[in-house]
């Protein structure tokens, strides 16, 4: 049956192109021949075809390199999807279970690859089923491009038996949106929507196509991928400016974003930390980007930041912003932000500039581009005696947890010590996601994906699933509170189905830990629809589902299961049961300034 392709997670096929074959016995020869039948195929392809809208989209598709596309079936789209099964050794459709679970694993392929990330739907309610994940996709800049069909053209407007105008539902929530109502447009307009999709500040782009263009033939040629052109917004002036705060100041600290990852800006944020001599925090979104394991690595910032870092930032006299967004998860109150610091940012979008937080100075442009610049011209500083402080700070106030019996931090540290660091790390949304974020030690980038801006619960089991079609070479682990789980749990079925190799940790307290949480802290232990004990056996749901299951109750029990569970050949999912009372520390009271952060030791002490 078309689609149902396995994942090979050997290391030839890491090292292999997307459509993998037998190797050729004599290399050379087959560089040559492949060369010169491209070279044909490309002479042949240059001259117009006559084919009809859903031969284009598959034209198009190819055009932009895409491998694989995830996606749900239905009426309208019909004609693109008899057109997928004539060319299912060419792109491999992953059919999800639900369409929502098709746009988080479009993201989850996107993050983990840089690349663009496709998923399709059928009209009506399978188009808005995608919203969700578009607006995830949306709200951490993620290049997702979603194809989706409507009802013929003469019937558009007047309520139309699954009849929905996505590309209006979706208009705040893309970089675009359009509906295609001439065959003629519709190859631009797809090459358009990849291009506007990967161009700049990534994010999201909607194409709806009424049926009858699927099925309306004209002439197609077919055109190399390209990128939107990106006007310089940065000067001269603006790189001085920069360089004149940071050789002025003497207690420099370095805030890292998401915007580092997109750019590819890894190595140019290690070089400049390193000339600058300074600490390094990172945002959920921004880790990786920097290596967790470095010495001048202080944890993250914000809400659920470590205490080094939030005193730090609130301490020292400038704060360098990498592709960051200064989201309220980071910077509590305004007011009260880095209130001795004077404010650098670098950014591709000049929307973010001065919107959340007022700068001193800041360069609109791709960070990559603008750190090689100020790389090249910056000496090196020395800054030996903040830096003493801030070493200072991070062994006196270290992340601590109960160390007795089983809890998330201690699954976390386990699984870094049984992946040794080399795992590609999803999460859904709530306590598990920081522990997540704080207690496995990221080196590399596009190995943490999680829904930062959205907090979509249920996120992370579609983008395990797609992270792992786009990493096969990787171990890809999906680590979900109970309440997210059961949101998207019908997903195990597509990786059954497939048998996708990934690993599914429930966290699992019974309760909604990150609501209890607040509860418990700050509404008077009232726990209004916080808690789950019910009778959901979650091992004979992922067994029902096809899945390999076990269940640790004991900390003791954890290393052995894992183990078991990266040698499996297909999904498997691990039910640990922890207390319904363990809370994420430190943690910030919402609008209160980064230094009132406290941990369990605080409330000891307080109480």
């Given at each position: 049956?078309?689609?149902?392709?396995?994942?090979?997670?050997?290391?030839?096929?890491?090292?292999?192109?997307?459509?993998?074959?037998?190797?050729?016995?004599?290399?050379?020869?087959?560089?040559?021949?492949?060369?010169?039948?491209?070279?044909?195929?490309?002479?042949?392809?240059?001259?117009?075809?006559?084919?009809?809208?859903?031969?284009?989209?598959?034209?198009?598709?190819?055009?932009?390199?895409?491998?694989?596309?995830?996606g749900?079936?239905?009426?309208?789209?019909?004609?693109?999807?008899?057109?997928?099964y004539?060319?299912?050794?060419e792109?491999?459709?992953?059919?999800?279970?639900?369409?929502q679970?098709?746009a988080?694993?479009?993201?989850?392929y996107?993050?983990?690859?840089?690349?663009?990330?496709v998923c399709?739907?059928?009209?009506?309610?399978?188009?808005?089923?995608?919203?969700?994940?578009?607006?995830?996709?949306?709200?951490?800049?993620?290049?997702?491009?979603?194809?989706?069909?409507?009802?013929?053209?003469?019937?558009?407007?007047?309520?139309?038996?699954?009849?929905?105008?996505?590309?209006?539902?979706?208009?705040?929530?893309?970089?675009h949106?359009?509906?295609?109502k001439?065959?003629?447009?519709?190859?631009?307009?797809?090459?358009?929507?990849?291009?506007?999709?990967k161009?700049?500040?990534?994010?999201?782009?909607?194409?709806?196509?009424?049926?009858?263009v699927?099925?309306?033939?004209?002439?197609?040629?077919?055109?190399?991928?390209?990128?939107?052109p990106?006007?310089?917004?940065?000067?001269?002036?603006?790189?001085?400016?920069?360089?004149?705060?940071?050789?002025?100041?003497?207690?420099?600290?370095?805030?890292?974003?998401?915007?580092?990852?997109?750019?590819?800006?890894?190595?140019?944020?290690?070089?400049?930390?390193?000339?600058?001599?300074?600490?390094?925090?990172?945002?959920?979104?921004?880790?990786?980007?920097?290596?967790?394991?470095?010495?001048?690595?202080?944890?993250?910032?914000?809400?659920?930041?470590?205490?080094?870092?939030?005193?730090?930032?609130?301490?020292?006299?400038?704060?360098?912003?990498?592709?960051?967004?200064?989201?309220?998860?980071?910077v509590?109150?305004?007011?009260?932000?880095?209130?001795?610091?004077?404010?650098?940012?670098?950014?591709i979008?000049?929307?973010?500039?001065?919107?959340?937080?007022?700068?001193?100075?800041?360069?609109?442009?791709?960070?990559k581009?603008?750190?090689?610049?100020?790389?090249k011209?910056?000496?090196?500083?020395?800054?030996?005696?903040?830096?003493?402080?801030?070493?200072e700070?991070?062994e006196k106030?270290?992340l601590?947890?109960?160390?007795?019996?089983?809890t998330?931090?201690?699954?976390?540290?386990?699984?870094?010590?049984?992946?040794?660091?080399?795992?590609?790390?999803?999460?859904?949304?709530g306590?598990?996601q920081?522990?997540?974020?704080?207690?496995?030690?990221?080196?590399?980038?596009?190995?943490?994906?999680?829904?930062?801006?959205?907090?979509?619960?249920?996120?992370?089991?579609?983008?395990?699933?797609?992270?792992?079609?786009?990493r096969p070479?990787?171990?890809?682990v999906?680590?979900?509170?109970?309440?997210?789980?059961?949101?998207?749990?019908?997903?195990?079925a597509?990786?059954?189905?497939?048998?996708v190799?990934?690993?599914?940790?429930?966290?699992?307290?019974?309760?909604?830990?990150?609501?209890?949480?607040?509860?418990?802290?700050f509404?008077?232990?009232?726990?209004?629809?916080?808690?789950?004990?019910?009778?959901?056996?979650?091992?004979?749901?992922?067994?029902?589902?096809?899945?390999?299951?076990?269940?640790?109750n004991?900390?003791?029990?954890?290393?052995?299961?894992?183990k078991?569970?990266?040698?499996?050949?297909?999904?498997?999912v691990?039910?640990?049961?922890?207390?319904?009372?363990?809370?994420?520390?430190?943690?910030?009271?919402?609008?209160q300034p980064?230094?009132?952060?406290?941990?369990?030791?605080?409330?000891?002490?307080?109480?």
């Amino acid at each position: 049956m078309a689609g149902r392709k396995k994942i090979d997670t050997s290391a030839a096929a890491a090292e292999a192109p997307k459509r993998r074959g037998r190797p050729p016995k004599n290399a050379a020869e087959k560089t040559v021949k492949s060369t010169e039948k491209s070279g044909r195929r490309r002479a042949k392809a240059e001259e117009p075809q006559l084919l009809t809208g859903s031969q284009i989209v598959i034209e198009c598709l190819k055009e932009q390199g895409v491998d694989t596309v995830f996606g749900y079936p239905g009426g309208t789209i019909l004609n693109i999807y008899d057109e997928l099964y004539k060319h299912a050794d060419e792109i491999n459709h992953v059919l999800t279970s639900h369409e929502q679970g098709a746009a988080h694993a479009a993201d989850g392929y996107a993050r983990s690859t840089g690349r663009v990330g496709v998923c399709m739907a059928t009209s009506g309610p399978g188009a808005t089923n995608l919203v969700t994940g578009i607006a995830t996709a949306y709200m951490d800049s993620v290049p997702i491009v979603a194809i989706t069909c409507n009802v013929t053209l003469p019937w558009l407007g007047k309520d139309t038996f699954q009849e929905v105008d996505i590309a209006g539902v979706t208009m705040p929530i893309t970089k675009h949106s359009v509906i295609v109502k001439d065959v003629t447009k519709l190859a631009d307009t797809l090459r358009k929507a990849f291009a506007i999709a990967k161009s700049g500040r990534p994010g999201p782009v909607l194409v709806d196509i009424t049926k009858d263009v699927t099925a309306a033939k004209c002439e197609y040629t077919k055109k190399e991928p390209y990128l939107l052109p990106m006007e310089k917004r940065y000067t001269e002036a603006d790189i001085d400016a920069a360089l004149a705060l940071i050789e002025e100041s003497e207690r420099p600290f370095i805030y890292v974003g998401g915007g580092a990852i997109i750019s590819g800006a890894s190595k140019e944020v290690a070089e400049f930390a390193a000339k600058l001599d300074a600490p390094v925090c990172d945002s959920l979104m921004g880790k990786g980007a920097y290596d967790g394991t470095a010495p001048e690595y202080t944890g993250m910032i914000g809400m659920h930041g470590t205490k080094t870092t939030n005193i730090g930032v609130s301490k020292c006299d400038l704060l360098i912003a990498l592709g960051a967004r200064f989201s309220d998860r980071v910077v509590s109150n305004p007011k009260t932000f880095a209130p001795k610091a004077k404010i650098l940012h670098i950014d591709i979008d000049a929307a973010e500039i001065n919107k959340n937080i007022r700068t001193t100075a800041s360069i609109v442009g791709d960070l990559k581009e603008v750190l090689k610049l100020l790389n090249k011209k910056l000496k090196k500083q020395d800054h030996k005696e903040w830096m003493e402080r801030i070493h200072e700070m991070k062994e006196k106030m270290p992340l601590t947890y109960p160390h007795s019996r089983l809890t998330c931090p201690y699954i976390i540290e386990t699984l870094y010590e049984v992946t040794k660091g080399q795992a590609l790390i999803t999460t859904d949304v709530g306590q598990h996601q920081i522990w997540a974020a704080q207690f496995y030690k990221y080196t590399e980038p596009r190995t943490f994906l999680s829904s930062g801006g959205l907090g979509t619960m249920g996120y992370g089991l579609g983008a395990c699933i797609g992270a792992k079609y786009g990493r096969p070479d990787k171990i890809c682990v999906n680590i979900a509170g109970d309440g997210c789980f059961r949101m998207n749990m019908q997903e195990l079925a597509t990786a059954s189905r497939y048998q996708v190799p990934i690993i599914e940790i429930i966290i699992n307290n019974h309760v909604l830990g990150m609501v209890r949480q607040w509860q418990t802290l700050f509404y008077g232990q009232r726990y209004s629809q916080t808690v789950l004990e019910d009778a959901v056996d979650y091992v004979k749901v992922a067994e029902g589902l096809g899945c390999t299951a076990y269940r640790v109750n004991h900390k003791e029990e954890l290393p052995e299961v894992l183990k078991a569970a990266m040698k499996a050949k297909g999904p498997v999912v691990i039910d640990c049961i922890i207390r319904e009372d363990d809370k994420v520390y430190p943690m910030v009271p919402g609008g209160q300034p980064l230094d009132a952060v406290f941990d369990a030791d605080d409330i000891k002490k307080n109480s």
